[in-house]
């Protein structure tokens, strides 16, 4: 073992603020409320704890027994893991006593509160966090998702309880005798048990250690892989783990036997391994075991364990090794070895081979607790019994498999086979102590505390704390390239007590046996630390005594300041450093070892232990058990100190990096330490001395002692000042580096005399640490310098830098780098002129690096050479350090230069990475994971510059920093994107260009979150109902916000809600005439009563339509469901009638339909978004009987909206089991309309037990009732929609002609069974045409021709041949079909089959006939299906017009009738049915479409039925019959509506309105029902869904719209009425809402909607004003928000739908944001009040009209109006500068317009640049180069043309005056002061500071190279040509050089030259 460095032993270092610790658990568990019972039941006998307070589980800890402090822990670890906090440096506690965790967490500037708080049955063994990784869910995710946890274990389960809420236990199969988290979850050790010990010689060992991956997952055992041997599973009992950590995914282990420790990597077993733990030896030795390998040897896990010979413990470490196999015979055993991965060979000679056939079955988990061969677990813990046998049961069956080998293998194979665990996890070996030489020496014991740490230049330490021997064993690793691996190298040893590591600090705290602390860095010692409230009293009892006699003891926590993060070091008046004497200039290691004399811990309590390490605080647990708290502090607080430290760790060698970061660490810490203003001078000073300067020579390094008198390195510092109060502030504004460079002059003129030029200069100490480093050294300051000039909040701090990189600059003599720094800060470096000499002699020592060129690297005039277009060598950068210098490089590169490769493959022809290797290194290609995709195949230079930016985590924050010249070129690919960005951007991208509304889209917000909030702030609240019962009639909850939009000029919703509410009274108004008797005037009344109620009950079925989707439910509030009231009032005296009354017949069950329809409506309101349940679900189960029905709807509902399959199975078998019709009905559509297609075998399972021909023939007869039946037919279509499952469709095709009986059986209500059957076939093979796979055989269209035509009845095949052998007792039909009953169900599953297929053969199987005598076969109710039917499989030649709906009328109807007699009642009805079905066809082609053609041509249709029945008297009417007209006109009526699905068209609400009025006469039940359908759709979703085309849809809406409605209330003869529920299915989501992301209003936004070409019509562009109804989705190529009044926002379907689909299924919500300068469209519909208009309105137009009072109407930005308030106002402050008023408002107009209010800074600093350089008051030239590149990139814009020039952002003619004004005032100067540039030019020293920041000015703006080498080459130009050649070499600008041609070439011609520019 290496031994250990120590540095600086005499320092000392002064910890932070000491605060009493106590665990937040012991208080919060003292109120905890379930505390008594705990104590009570698991704690000591209540006299000894309960002495005095009976309130607390800990009490105080005085009270508590020792017993009980034992059971007491906790642990402590930084905040964040799991909680989302913003950067606040928190701490989080899990603490643990008796059976309570209590998860807390606080920080120092807010108090601990409690988080979780978890109680658990048993007492806790353990509680610790731990993170589970989630599988991943989508193919495409690139990270999978980690679920943080808290996993509580206690003796038989454990707890696992997420964050999100989620609580799982998991049973332990075993006794688990510790548990650890590691990356991949859980890692369980298992307790040996006695057995195992007994039986360690002839018995197999178990595995010992188990995984579990997640609380669901099964436990499995980890297997091991150890150095030099092959694969086992972990089986060593004297394996005990230590330590686990997820990052590395690591573990160490302890050996018991050898006292040795081993680091593991824990990694995922591989695919190998797996097979190689699993599979069974191939080539056995000796023994024939390859025939009972299969069965037998699967059940022994193939192990290793130590070669435990009877000689003695084995010695061979992890050499060779044995496996001992269990042996219960006599004869010696067999044993297997899978050392190296060979075929087991046998060890020892012995043919005997003992299976272990008599013992119970050895397959899974508790078998390998009980049992001790251990079987492959299975995946299941089966059966209790497993866990309750004895854990040994001794097998008194052997066999010895030589001579009974056929009965060992029978009865192995008794065993039932199990499937085996597969392991999860594997343990690789990366290291193991060395094993020590000689017996003699004691073993080492376990490590007591194992902690990973790191030292201050990042090279990690495993660190073992092995208390027996009181050290600290530091293990050195590097984390290799391969995942899971590191490469273990020297170990250190540490005398230690107790160690804890600081990770904040890199560093770790140790104490010393003799109780005091010291700092390491890795194994670098730091210093001692001295703790002021600790270490004061000791020197009281010390001989120092005299020191202290004022001296208080600092108070250790005060309420007061124990939030703050560092104590108060003691006052120095009160007490004086102790060490301030000792530390003199040289200081002997025997001074400083008073501090380990004074023999203080027996004075003080003494520290006896460390623990709860977090960041850099540490709690000190003192000798009487109290605890305190203290914090490290930092290596440096100032981030400009910090930078330099990182690059002087990069730069230098290891040792040498080291030395200097513990020099400056101490220097910087030690007691009584500097305030944080005085850390750069420090810093200066330190480092300076270590180059081997004398800080005490420079002028300026010694007035930076203003606050420390004496340099930190030679003497000891004065004790902090108060850092409370305001002083500081003041002290802090005195010490700035502003402050100074105001007081630079007189203060450097003050210092002149010290070094004058008398004395000579001072030389650098060759022998100091850094000397030969100063080159290196000197470099990357200066890059760092680079860095800060691109940050505004860093410039400051780049001045700071200047005056050392100028000192080591002039002591390099390099005087380009020194003109550089001259030019940026002129006046500072003008005061600086002291130089040292470095001695030539000593030259040989400093190392020259090779890429200190003499050309220093300017990162301005780089990005400046890359905006005029010139090559550029690739710029230096440190990594991880100059990462702002990086960004911005290459962002040029790709914008500027136009590279798209830049910021990929050719980073490296921009950017050069230093090496501390001191050569350049071509930094390699990598990409960060992030949330951005990164790929940019198409995109301009400007998406892809924004997109890249992002993936960097560049914010408008961030740009907000970068100089303004330099971000332009951003802002304006920026602002590029932001004009036309794409949809599918990620939320980072759209926050960086400002658009809030696509930010806002990708938070993915709806509507209607709750009744009172949306989203945030988006409260689209219904308003209050007027009528003081509007609540009730259920249809409260559609957003009026949205509907007053699209419906604005009426109150058509209203009218809406007074037709279909059935909660309140109707009116009966009846008139008594004089001969009318009262009791017959009342029955009167009833009847009226009764016909309008026959309205009341159809009307829910149009509300769910009406209201579907509009509502969330509040998860602890019930549904509101409105009541179905069936009561009128008769005026005028408002009396009450009811039907109840008993003077009127009213039919039975009239309402249970009816209830059902209400109880679906009121379901049907509930969004599929909304967070339901199944606790939920049974909550909403009402007490009474009667509402029965309403919850059966409710059920259907849910099932229909997607909420359904949340339900539990034990409640679905718990309603299906009551037996209530209605409830089952309900309940099995439901469940099937939730599991749509997907062929769910559950369901299945649920659906056939109900239907008696999907059961075998054998089965039990179920009285299942007709109804029922139907439903579950019909459920049997849903599931298997679109399967084309064979067996299904089979049953089903015969369930079409299914005869009647057997014996009563099945003879009522044939029809609905029949049809069912049909449509369920027709979805089962829905859209498949011909294609019907393996169906050949059974002729499915030619059966259902038949069935449709009539004819001979086929025998019955298959399972119910059976069943149907007996006839029905009550219906004869003979051997043909009967095609009334069959026809309709065979029409429609023929038209679902052949759907859209086009197939004219089978469409003219269903033409009508086209002879009289054939038409008088058919029913005319059947012609409409056949109609229809044709229609939809001849899809595309439906038109939209009257002439297509005529040609379906047979020829013979159009002709002129023939004379013989013909039925015109046959005619006039087939005619009419005819014709309704083809509009029928109609709707269907175009639902949801609200095309105009289609809807005309049914409303003609409409009317056309209308006056027939208006003119009722008219024979053509008579004939077809008043019932067959209201069906024709109730089909159109439905067309229509489906039709103009969604959009609320007035002329149908007209329609719907007449036919609510009409209640008398033959308009009964099903016609209501029918209307108010049609009014549903009409408003679908409250004007927010429409119908869809789809397959699918199209199948729902022929099973809802089913056009044979029924008579009455309960007449369910032809079609079972729960199935006009159906249209729901139908319904998408097709309303874009526009949402003004400012105000989070709904408003009016205009969309251009671009169509796809098709065959009907070309590529079509119409605009819609929004909200609008979309059309759907698959015709569109494009949707497009139009400007001028909001920014464009394109989203292009062409390449894919899902995000569009995902905005209109969450409301439609697409956020809109208003272009500065503009209204909405509410407030300003002709766009007459916006900004832009005003100036046109105006004589005088642009900015000189604008008014900045106005601003706030224009504008949302408050930045804009308070700008406006303040600086472009009148005000008192701005009267006297009436010019910069004018300017300002002109910037803001420009801003306005421009749509660019980021770039008023940039304006206001372009201005105020340019005054300054004209009042001449620049004490830098920072803006002068960002004025030059503005002017560059204007310039590169203006060369290439209007189009460029068209996309940059500074289009005004601002600019241009600018540039002007800069030019007049540079060429004036060089006018009057040409000789200075003369002056500059021949390196003469020059008068006038003022000239001289004037010529820095003048030589940066006109891009003037530093000449001191070019001089003579522009000086020997005689003429023009050669100056313009020379010029180009050196970079110079034509335009520029051209202004010192007069200089040069002192002649007239030039002269003239230059004032023709």
């Not at 990694?267 to 069965?295: F, I, W, Y």
């Amino acid at each position: 073992m290496s031994e250990v460095v120590f540095e600086e032993t005499a320092t000392m270092i002064a910890a932070g603020e000491l605060q009493s610790f106590v665990p937040f658990g012991r208080e919060h568990c003292r109120n905890h409320p379930n505390a008594f019972n705990l104590q009570l039941r698991e704690l000591q006998p209540a006299s000894e704890l309960w002495s005095s307070d009976a309130a607390g589980l800990v009490g105080s800890l005085q009270e508590v027994s020792l017993h009980e402090r034992e059971r007491e822990y906790w642990q402590l670890r930084k905040g964040g893991a799991g909680i989302e906090q913003e950067d606040v440096d928190f701490e989080e506690e899990l603490y643990t006593a008796g059976n309570v965790v209590v998860w807390s967490h606080g920080s120092g500037i807010q108090a601990s509160s409690v988080y979780k708080a978890f109680t658990v049955d048993s007492l806790v063994q353990k509680a610790m966090w731990c993170d589970f990784a989630l599988p991943k869910i989508e193919k495409d995710a690139t990270e999978e998702e980690v679920e943080h946890t808290v996993c509580i274990m206690q003796s038989n389960c454990i707890n696992v309880h997420t964050v999100t809420g989620k609580d799982f236990i998991s049973p332990l199969p075993f006794q688990v005798s510790d548990v650890w988290p590691s990356k991949f979850g859980l890692v369980l050790e298992r307790k040996n048990t006695v057995s195992d010990s007994q039986l360690s010689l002839p018995c197999e060992p178990l595995p010992t250690v188990f995984s579990m991956m997640h609380p669901l997952d099964e436990i499995a055992p980890v297997v091991c892989k150890p150095t030099g041997s092959g694969v086992q599973y972990v089986s060593d009992t004297t394996m005990k783990i230590v330590f686990s950590c997820s990052e590395p995914s690591m573990m160490v282990t302890y050996d018991t036997l050898q006292g040795t420790h081993s680091v593991w990597a824990l990694r995922q077993v591989t695919h190998d391994e797996k097979n190689t733990v699993l599979r069974c030896p191939s080539e056995p030795v000796g023994t024939p075991m390859g025939v009972v390998a299969s069965s037998f040897l699967t059940s022994h896990l193939r192990n290793i364990s130590r070669l435990d010979s009877p000689g003695g413990p084995g010695v061979t470490g992890h050499g060779v090794a044995t496996v001992p196999s269990c042996a219960v015979g006599t004869s010696s055993p067999l044993h297997f070895s899978g050392l190296h991965g060979h075929q087991s060979r046998i060890m020892m000679s012995s043919p005997g081979f003992h299976s272990r056939v008599g013992s119970p079955s050895i397959s899974n988990m508790a078998a390998l607790s009980r049992a001790h061969s251990p079987g492959m677990a299975a995946p299941s813990f089966s059966g209790a019994a497993r866990f309750n046998t004895s854990f040994h049961s001794p097998n008194p069956r052997a066999h010895v498999l030589g001579s009974s080998l056929n009965s060992t293998v029978n009865d192995t194979l008794l065993v039932p086979e199990m499937e085996p665990i597969i392991p999860d996890l594997c343990l690789e070996q990366l290291w193991s102590e060395p094993v020590s030489a000689g017996s003699q020496r004691e073993l080492s014991s376990q490590a007591s505390k194992v902690f990973l740490t790191s030292d201050f230049c990042g090279v990690q330490y495993l660190c073992l704390l092995v208390e027996s021997h009181q050290q600290l064993r530091c293990v050195k690793y590097i984390e290799s390239n391969e995942p899971c691996q590191c490469i273990f190298a020297s170990v250190t040893a540490i005398p230690a007590k107790d160690a804890a590591p600081l990770e904040n600090i890199d560093a770790m705290l140790v104490l010393e046996a003799c109780g005091s602390l010291v700092l390491y860095t890795g194994t670098t010692r730091i210093s001692k630390v001295f703790v002021s409230g600790l270490l004061g009293p000791t020197f009281i009892f010390s001989n120092h005594a005299s020191h202290l006699t004022l001296g208080r003891v600092d108070h250790v926590s005060t309420p007061a300041n124990a939030g703050s993060r560092h104590l108060q070091i003691l006052d120095e008046a009160a007490m004086p450093s102790p060490v301030s004497g000792l530390r003199r200039p040289h200081i002997k290691h025997d001074d400083a070892s008073f501090m380990d004399d004074c023999s203080f811990q027996h004075v003080t309590p003494h520290i006896s232990a460390l623990r709860d390490p977090v960041c850099n605080r540490v709690s000190l647990e003192l000798g009487n058990g109290t605890m305190l708290r203290i914090s490290i502090p930092e290596i440096a607080t100032s981030e400009l100190v910090r930078k330099c430290l990182g690059a002087i760790r990069f730069i230098l060698p290891k040792e040498t990096a080291m030395k200097v970061l513990v020099k400056w660490y101490n220097i910087y810490n030690a007691p009584g330490g500097p305030s944080t203003h005085a850390e750069w001078s420090m810093f200066v000073t330190c480092f300076m001395t270590l180059l081997g300067y004398n800080t005490e020579r420079l002028g300026w390094t010694r007035n930076l002692q203003f606050e420390v008198p004496l340099s930190p390195v030679i003497a000891a510092k004065k004790a902090r000042p108060s850092d409370g109060g305001s002083d500081e502030d003041w002290e802090y504004l005195l010490g700035s580096h502003y402050h100074r460079q105001i007081n630079s002059q007189p203060a450097f003129t003050r210092a002149e005399p010290v070094s004058s030029p008398s004395s000579p200069s001072p030389k650098l100490d060759s022998s100091a640490l850094l000397f030969p480093h100063i080159p290196a050294l000197f470099y990357v300051l200066h890059l760092i310098y680079q860095e800060l000039l691109l940050d505004e909040l860093q410039r400051a701090s780049a001045s700071s830098l200047l005056c050392l990189l100028q000192q080591l600059a002039r002591d390099l003599q390099l005087d380009s780098y020194v003109d550089l720094y001259w030019r940026d800060y002129p006046s500072l470096i003008r005061c600086f002129s002291e130089s040292c000499l470095i001695d030539l002699g000593q030259n040989y020592k400093m190392n020259c690096p090779v890429f200190l060129r003499e050309d220093p690297p300017c990162v301005f005039r780089w990005l400046s050479s890359c905006l005029r277009g010139e090559e550029v060598p690739p710029f230096p950068y440190l990594p991880n350090i100059c990462q702002r210098t990086k960004l911005l490089i290459l962002s040029y590169a790709l914008y500027i230069s136009g590279d798209k490769q830049a910021t990929s493959t050719h980073m490296s022809k921009y950017l050069v990475k230093l090496s501390a290797g001191h050569k350049f290194v071509n930094e390699p290609h990598y990409r960060r994971q992030s949330s951005v995709h990164v790929k940019f195949p198409s995109e301009s230079l400007a998406e892809q510059l924004v997109v890249w930016l992002a993936s960097e985590d560049f914010t408008i924050k961030d740009l907000e920093s970068v100089p303004f010249g330099v971000a332009l070129p951003i802002r304006e690919a920026i602002y590029s994107c932001r004009e036309q960005p794409c949809s599918d951007w990620s939320e980072e991208v759209c926050l960086l260009i400002g658009r809030q509304d696509l930010t806002k889209q990708a938070h993915k917000m709806t509507l209607i979150k709750s009744k009172n909030s949306v989203g945030s702030g988006l409260s689209l609240d219904p308003p209050a109902s007027t009528e003081a019962d509007g609540e009730e009639d259920g249809m409260s909850d559609i957003i009026h916000e949205v509907t007053g939009l699209i419906w604005s000029q009426d109150l058509r919703v209203q009218e809406v809600r007074r037709l279909l509410q059935s909660s309140r009274p109707v009116r009966v108004s009846v008139i008594q005439l004089p001969e009318v008797s009262d009791h017959e005037y009342i029955e009167e009344k009833e009847n009226k009563l009764l016909q309008l109620c026959q309205r009341t009950m159809a009307l829910s079925v149009g509300r769910g339509l009406f209201t579907l989707f509009s509502y969330h439910p509040v998860p602890t509030e019930p549904l509101p469901v409105p009541k179905l009231n069936l009561t009128g009032r008769a005026p005028p005296r408002n009396a009450m009638v009811d039907l109840n009354s008993g003077n009127i017949d009213v039919p039975p069950n009239m309402t249970s339909w009816p209830s059902f329809h209400n109880g679906v409506a009121a379901g049907l309101k509930i969004a599929p978004a909304s967070q339901v349940d199944s606790a939920w679900i049974a909550y909403n189960k009402p007490k009474s009987p009667e509402l029965a029905n309403e919850y059966a709807g409710f059920l259907m509902a849910l099932g229909l909206n997607g909420h359904l399959t949340k339900l539990a199975t034990l409640n679905i078998h718990d309603y299906l089991t009551k037996g209530h019709e209605m409830t089952s009905i309900g309940l099995l559509l439901g469940v099937s309309a939730a599991k749509l297609g997907t062929m769910d075998m559950s369901v299945t399972r649920l659906l056939s037990i109900h239907i008696p021909a999907l059961l075998p023939p054998t089965s039990t007869e179920l009285d299942v009732p007709h109804n029922v039946q139907v439903a579950a037919v019909i459920g049997i279509g849903l599931v298997y929609q679109g399967t084309g499952h064979r067996h299904n469709a089979e049953v089903l095709l015969s369930e079409i002609g299914r005869p009647p009986g057997p014996e009563m059986e099945y003879c009522t209500d044939r029809e609905s069974y029949s049809l069912a059957a049909g449509l369920a076939l027709g979805m089962v093979c829905l859209g498949h045409g011909s294609n019907l796979i393996g169906m050949t055989d059974l002729n499915v269209p030619e059966q259902l021709y038949q069935y449709m035509v009539g004819g001979h009845r086929r025998a019955q095949v298959g399972a119910n041949r059976e069943r149907h052998k007996s006839p029905s007792y009550q219906i004869k039909e003979g051997d043909t079909i009967n095609v009334d009953v069959t026809c309709p169900g065979a029409t429609l599953a023929l038209a679902m089959i052949y759907l859209k297929t086009n197939n004219r053969s089978i469409a003219d199987w269903l033409k009508p006939p086209d002879t009289w005598f054939l038409l008088d076969f058919i029913k005319p109710e059947f012609l409409l299906l056949r109609t229809l039917a044709r229609c939809i499989i001849m899809w595309d030649e439906i038109l939209p017009n009257t002439d297509w709906v005529k040609s379906n009328i047979p020829q013979i109807m159009k002709g002129t009738l023939p004379s013989e007699d013909i039925n015109m009642e046959t005619m006039s009805q087939a005619q009419d049915y005819i014709t309704a079905g083809a509009c029928m066809a109609l709707g269907l082609r175009f639902a949801g479409s609200a095309n105009s053609d289609a809807f005309d041509c049914l409303y003609e249709y409409a009317r056309t039925f209308m006056k027939h029945i208006m003119t009722f008297s008219a024979t053509n009417a008579v004939q077809t019959g008043f019932y067959n007209l209201q069906t024709g006109l109730s089909m159109v009526l439905l067309a229509m509506s489906m039709v103009m699905a969604g959009t609320g068209n007035l002329k149908v609400l007209q329609l719907c309105r007449f036919f609510h009025k009409r209640t008398g006469g033959e308009m009964n039940y099903g016609f209501h029902m029918a209307h108010h359908m049609a009014l549903g759709l009409l408003f679908l979703g409250g004007g927010r869904y429409s119908l869809s085309t789809s397959n699918s849809a199209i199948a729902a809406l022929l099973c809802a719209l089913y056009p044979h409605f029924p008579a009455h209330s309960t007449d369910n003869r032809y079609h079972l009425q729960a199935l006009r529920h159906l249209a729901v299915l139908a319904a998408e989501p097709r309303l874009l809402v526009p949402v003004d992301v400012d105000s989070l209003k709904p408003c009016y936004a205009l969309l251009e909607v671009t169509y796809k070409e098709s065959k009907w019509y070309d590529e079509t562009t119409v605009e819609l004003m929004a909200p609008t109804m979309l059309p759907e989705l698959h015709l569109l190529k494009r949707v497009k928000v139009k400007g001028p009044r909001y920014w464009e926002l394109s989203v292009d379907l062409s390449k894919e739908t899902q995000h569009l689909k995902s905005i209109l299924s969450r409301d439609g919500v697409l956020y809109v944001k208003l272009r500065a300068g503009q209204l909405p469209y509410k407030d300003d519909p002709q766009g007459w009040k916006s900004l832009l208009a005003s100036t046109v309105n105006h004589r005088h137009s642009g900015a000189g009209a604008f008014k900045p009072e106005a601003i706030s109407t224009l504008t949302s930005d408050p930045v804009l109006v308070s700008f406006a308030q303040l600086f472009c106002n009148n005000s008192e402050e701005m009267k006297n500068r009436e010019e910069t008023l004018v300017l300002f408002s002109a910037m803001l107009y420009e801003c306005v317009t421009q749509e660019c209010p980021e770039m008023l800074p940039t304006y206001i600093a372009i201005e105020q640049a340019v005054g300054a350089l004209r009042q001449g008051d620049l004490p830098q030239t920072f803006s002068l180069w960002q004025l030059r590149l503005v002017v560059e990139l204007w310039d590169s814009r203006v060369m290439k043309g209007f189009e460029s020039r068209h996309a940059a952002l500074l289009t005004s003619e601002f600019l241009p005056v600018m540039k002007n004004m800069v030019d007049v005032i540079l060429d004036k100067w060089l006018k009057d002061n040409g000789s200075v540039l003369k002056c500059y030019m021949n390196g003469e020293s020059f008068p006038k500071d003022i000239q001289c920041v004037a010529l820095a000015c003048f030589l940066i703006y006109r891009s003037i190279p530093y000449l001191k080498n070019t001089r003579s080459q522009l000086e020997g130009c005689s003429s023009m040509g050669e100056l313009i050649s020379c010029g180009r070499e050196l970079g110079i600008p034509f335009r520029d050089l051209l202004r010192l041609a007069p200089l040069l070439l002192n002649s007239t011609a030039a002269g003239s030259a230059l004032f023709a520019v």
